[in-house]
């Protein structure tokens, strides 16, 4: 059959019709579907009020406007696709593809119809991403312009979402009272003004804000926000020791059956303004009516607990007290009072504890110490946790009129003249006191604090304790090493303060300098150090004395175990006075003389002399916190020594603990807190340059020798 050439070019016509047209409809489907899924998702959305809900079909709207930015992008509904994948990732929290989608769209098709809702968008996922500036920026803009109200109020609302958040309220409150007055519907006017009186109350500013909920009670609220406004609305009227007008508007709730559910938190509330009011009777009912009638566990832990605090704080009843903080505890776990209802009822049962003991002249030393201690831990017990001034006050008299020769009653008299002053005020007599210990005992280790709560440091009356010594001791020691004069004032410390806390390191100095800077090279410092800590075993500083010849070999003239049980008793003893044995066979290993295995502090493995920084540190980026499980004992401050190497910014880069605590968990924390430490690079400098150091320098820095001290926490001792 022949074809005439008007009739090929025809059908070839209607085919190419055919083929474009199908490929159109395919591309049109594709877009039709994805608005499809989008508006579902919008939809769903908006009526549940909550984010997240339609994600299902915001992700196939992504799945199908994908495809059409992709394989179409140069057809009509390319913006629309833009537009659909930039709100559906923002809505699944895509924020950053959100963000890109926005901008493609605001870039290349400024006249979109979409233009003003992608700018909002822009903002919202600028918002999501943390950048503020652009995103408050974006906002601002929007509301400043001559954009519809829709925008400007969804700007607005975003403004002051942000402000209170940040607790700027004044700031937010432009922006709500705009959306109140102008630019909001009925909803959103209430949503605002509730923002505005609840930034009010955040404020403590109870009056404004009672107005603010008072206002949205006019403004026809839903059950939620009348449940809101009247409960903030009764807690401000309480704050302001409006009582009954407060009870009132909590009574309003409590009637209303749509809040039956929430009974146990207003009569819970209710309570708590019979309490301010001075009503007892009536705040301990309610509290039992919600302990024995509340279906939440929460609420009846909260009641009970409160009922612990009426009968500890108000009626003074302690033991009734701690059956209700037990009851809190054992009511719920999960409770946001558990953990405080424990520390109290633990506290009132170390009332036991800590009962007074009565001394008489039989004494001993120890005992007077131990009952001294005991004292102090009573009314401090009062004074900080149990709340009874009164009390703790008594406590404290008892032990400084009673207990006069105790170490501990100087600290006592102190913390009494504390007491006084800032629970009566009497100045005077809280001063007296304080001339008391310097009067009474001059030479105890707590006259420092009484001269500086006196303001006498560095007066004449500054003289005659032990740290005072201690610290020319370590001046001599470390500015000059002027060994003799320190060890003057160490031999000092010993002979006159045997009951000082200073006692035990300035005998521990004392054989530390015999050891770094006589080195006698026989046996003796080994038996200084072992009879150092046979007599003071339980100390830190015997432990201390330990780690000194626990890893060093065997001093010369020292036999083994084994050699020693050989020997007669006259050769014994002439080897405990230090005295050597050529005649006894040692093996290889221990004929090599004493060594201890701890460098001296002030010299480094190649013998170079180190100087002391005496610095404080400009920057600490890791602050030292004291483990609250040793805060037993008398002991309240530990000096540990390090040798650091400081680079030339002035940042520690490596260091050494020389001299530890002797308590693990001190030296550990000490380090960390050490190697963040950064000093003024110019003061590290002219450090150098003053102690004739500059040819001690090495590639990464300096090295120096640094005392830091560890002091427990006035609140443990």
């Given at each position: 059959?022949?074809?005439?050439?008007?009739?090929?070019?025809?059908?070839?016509?209607?085919?190419?019709?055919?083929?474009?047209?199908?490929?159109?409809?395919?591309?049109?489907?594709?877009?039709?579907?994805?608005?499809?899924?989008?508006?579902?998702?919008?939809?769903?959305?908006?009526?549940?009020?909550?984010?997240g809900?339609?994600?299902?079909?915001?992700?196939?709207?992504?799945?199908?406007?994908?495809?059409?930015?992709e394989?179409?992008p140069?057809?009509?509904?390319?913006?629309?696709?833009?537009?659909?994948?930039g709100?559906?990732?923002?809505?699944?929290?895509?924020?950053?593809?959100?963000?890109?989608?926005?901008?493609?769209l605001?870039?290349?098709?400024?006249?979109?119809?979409?233009?003003?809702?992608?700018?909002?968008?822009?903002?919202?996922?600028?918002?999501?991403?943390?950048?503020?500036?652009?995103?408050?920026?974006?906002?601002?803009?929007?509301?400043?312009s001559?954009?519809?109200?829709?925008?400007k109020?969804?700007?607005?609302?975003?403004?002051?979402?942000?402000?209170?958040?940040?607790?700027?309220?004044?700031?937010?409150?432009?922006?709500?009272?705009?959306?109140?007055?102008?630019?909001?519907?009925?909803?959103?006017?209430?949503?605002?003004?509730?923002?505005?009186?609840?930034?009010?109350?955040?404020?403590?500013?109870?009056?404004?804000?009672?107005?603010?909920?008072?206002?949205?009670?006019?403004?026809?609220?839903?059950?939620?926000?009348?449940y809101?406004?009247?409960?903030?609305?009764?807690?401000?009227?309480?704050?302001?020791?409006?009582?009954?007008?407060?009870?009132?508007?909590?009574?309003?709730?409590?009637?209303?059956?749509?809040?039956?559910?929430?009974?146990?938190?207003?009569?819970?509330?209710?309570?708590?303004?019979?309490?301010?009011?001075?009503?007892?009777?009536?705040?301990?009912?309610?509290?039992e009516?919600?302990?024995?009638?509340?279906?939440?566990?929460?609420?009846?832990?909260?009641?009970?607990?409160?009922?612990?605090?009426?009968?500890?704080?108000?009626?003074?009843?302690?033991?009734?007290?701690?059956?209700?903080?037990?009851?809190?505890?054992?009511?719920?776990?999960?409770?946001?009072?558990?953990?405080?209802?424990?520390?109290?009822?633990?506290?009132?049962?170390?009332?036991?504890?800590?009962?007074?003991?009565?001394?008489?002249?039989?004494?001993?030393?120890?005992?007077?110490?131990?009952?001294a201690?005991?004292?102090?831990?009573?009314?401090?017990?009062?004074?900080?946790?149990?709340?009874?001034?009164?009390?703790?006050?008594?406590?404290?008299?008892?032990?400084?009129?009673?207990?006069?020769?105790?170490?501990?009653?100087?600290?006592?008299?102190?913390?009494?003249?504390?007491?006084?002053?800032?629970?009566?005020?009497?100045?005077?007599?809280?001063?007296?006191?304080?001339?008391?210990?310097?009067?009474?005992?001059?030479?105890?280790?707590?006259?420092?604090?009484?001269?500086?709560?006196?303001?006498?440091?560095g007066?004449?009356?500054?003289?005659?304790?032990?740290?005072?010594?201690?610290?020319?001791?370590?001046?001599?020691?470390i500015?000059?090493?002027?060994?003799?004069?320190?060890?003057?004032?160490?031999?000092?410390?010993?002979?006159?303060?045997?009951?000082?806390?200073?006692?035990?390191?300035?005998?521990?100095?004392?054989?530390?300098?015999?050891?770094?800077?006589?080195?006698?090279?026989?046996?003796s410092?080994?038996?200084?150090y072992?009879?150092?800590?046979?007599?003071?075993p339980?100390?830190?500083?015997?432990?201390?004395?330990?780690?000194?010849?626990?890893?060093?070999?065997?001093?010369?003239?020292q036999?083994?175990?084994?050699?020693?049980?050989?020997?007669?008793?006259?050769?014994k003893?002439?080897?405990?006075?230090?005295?050597?044995?050529?005649?006894?066979e040692?093996?290889?290993?221990?004929?090599?003389?004493?060594?201890?295995?701890?460098?001296?502090?002030?010299?480094?493995?190649?013998?170079?002399?180190?100087?002391?920084?005496?610095?404080?540190?400009?920057?600490?980026?890791?602050?030292?916190?004291?483990?609250?499980?040793?805060?037993?004992?008398?002991?309240?401050?530990?000096?540990?020594?390090f040798?650091?190497?400081?680079?030339?910014?002035?940042?520690?880069?490596?260091?050494?603990?020389?001299?530890?605590?002797?308590?693990?968990?001190?030296?550990?924390?000490?380090?960390?807190?050490?190697?963040?430490?950064?000093?003024?690079?110019?003061?590290?400098?002219?450090?150098?340059?003053?102690?004739?150091?500059?040819?001690?320098?090495?590639?990464?820095?300096?090295?120096?020798?640094?005392?830091?001290?560890?002091?427990?926490?006035?609140?443990?001792?």
């Amino acid at each position: 059959m022949r074809y005439t050439t008007r009739f090929v070019l025809l059908i070839m016509g209607v085919i190419a019709l055919v083929v474009l047209t199908s490929g159109c409809s395919v591309y049109f489907n594709t877009f039709f579907n994805a608005k499809k899924a989008f508006n579902s998702a919008e939809k769903a959305r908006k009526e549940s009020k909550r984010e997240g809900a339609g994600r299902n079909e915001y992700q196939k709207a992504i799945e199908k406007a994908l495809k059409v930015a992709e394989n179409h992008p140069n057809s009509k509904y390319y913006d629309d696709a833009i537009y659909v994948l930039g709100v559906s990732y923002y809505h699944t929290a895509q924020y950053a593809k959100a963000e890109r989608r926005f901008r493609e769209l605001l870039a290349n098709y400024p006249n979109s119809k979409y233009t003003r809702d992608a700018t909002i968008y822009l903002a919202k996922s600028k918002l999501a991403l943390g950048d503020m500036d652009d995103a408050l920026a974006a906002f601002a803009a929007v509301f400043d312009s001559g954009y519809d109200k829709e925008y400007k109020a969804e700007a607005a609302r975003a403004l002051g979402e942000h402000h209170h958040k940040e607790k700027e309220y004044s700031d937010a409150r432009r922006y709500f009272v705009a959306l109140r007055d102008s630019l909001g519907d009925g909803a959103a006017a209430r949503n605002a003004q509730m923002f505005i009186a609840d930034g009010y109350f955040e404020a403590f500013q109870f009056q404004d804000a009672l107005s603010g909920y008072l206002q949205v009670l006019g403004m026809k609220p839903d059950k939620g926000e009348k449940y809101h406004a009247l409960y903030q609305a009764g807690l401000c009227s309480i704050r302001l020791q409006r009582i009954d007008a407060g009870l009132a508007y909590l009574n309003q709730l409590a009637k209303d059956e749509l809040y039956f559910d929430s009974l146990g938190i207003l009569k819970l509330t209710m309570a708590e303004g019979y309490e301010y009011d001075g009503d007892l009777a009536q705040a301990e009912a309610l509290y039992e009516d919600v302990m024995s009638t509340s279906e939440k566990k929460s609420w009846q832990a909260i009641a009970a607990y409160r009922l612990g605090l009426i009968y500890q704080i108000d009626y003074d009843q302690l033991s009734k007290a701690q059956e209700y903080y037990d009851k809190s505890v054992e009511i719920d776990k999960t409770s946001p009072v558990r953990s405080d209802a424990i520390v109290r009822s633990s506290d009132i049962g170390k009332l036991k504890t800590f009962a007074r003991t009565h001394l008489d002249s039989t004494a001993t030393p120890a005992a007077i110490e131990t009952a001294a201690n005991t004292q102090l831990l009573l009314a401090e017990l009062y004074w900080s946790k149990l709340n009874k001034p009164d009390s703790a006050i008594a406590e404290m008299h008892y032990l400084v009129d009673s207990i006069e020769t105790s170490y501990h009653t100087p600290q006592a008299i102190i913390m009494l003249s504390q007491m006084i002053r800032e629970h009566t005020g009497d100045n005077q007599a809280a001063d007296s006191m304080l001339q008391t210990v310097l009067q009474k005992y001059p030479h105890s280790d707590f006259v420092p604090e009484a001269l500086e709560a006196l303001g006498l440091e560095g007066t004449e009356a500054d003289s005659g304790y032990a740290a005072l010594y201690i610290d020319r001791a370590e001046d001599f020691l470390i500015n000059g090493e002027e060994i003799d004069s320190a060890r003057t004032y160490y031999q000092y410390v010993v002979d006159n303060f045997p009951e000082s806390d200073h006692y035990l390191p300035a005998r521990f100095a004392l054989i530390w300098l015999r050891d770094n800077y006589e080195a006698p090279g026989d046996s003796s410092i080994y038996y200084a150090y072992k009879e150092f800590i046979d007599s003071f075993p339980d100390s830190e500083w015997s432990r201390t004395a330990s780690r000194m010849i626990g890893g060093a070999v065997q001093p010369v003239g020292q036999p083994t175990s084994t050699q020693e049980e050989q020997l007669t008793d006259l050769e014994k003893d002439s080897i405990r006075h230090g005295d050597t044995r050529d005649d006894i066979e040692r093996p290889p290993d221990t004929a090599v003389g004493y060594i201890d295995p701890m460098i001296a502090l002030y010299r480094t493995p190649k013998g170079d002399t180190l100087v002391d920084l005496r610095l404080q540190p400009i920057e600490t980026q890791i602050p030292f916190e004291f483990p609250p499980e040793f805060s037993t004992g008398t002991q309240n401050d530990w000096k540990l020594y390090f040798q650091l190497l400081i680079d030339f910014s002035g940042k520690v880069v490596d260091y050494n603990l020389k001299i530890p605590s002797g308590i693990e968990e001190i030296d550990k924390r000490a380090r960390e807190t050490v190697g963040s430490m950064t000093f003024d690079a110019m003061e590290v400098s002219n450090r150098v340059v003053d102690a004739g150091q500059t040819d001690k320098r090495t590639e990464e820095g300096y090295w120096f020798v640094y005392m830091y001290v560890v002091t427990k926490p006035e609140y443990l001792r």
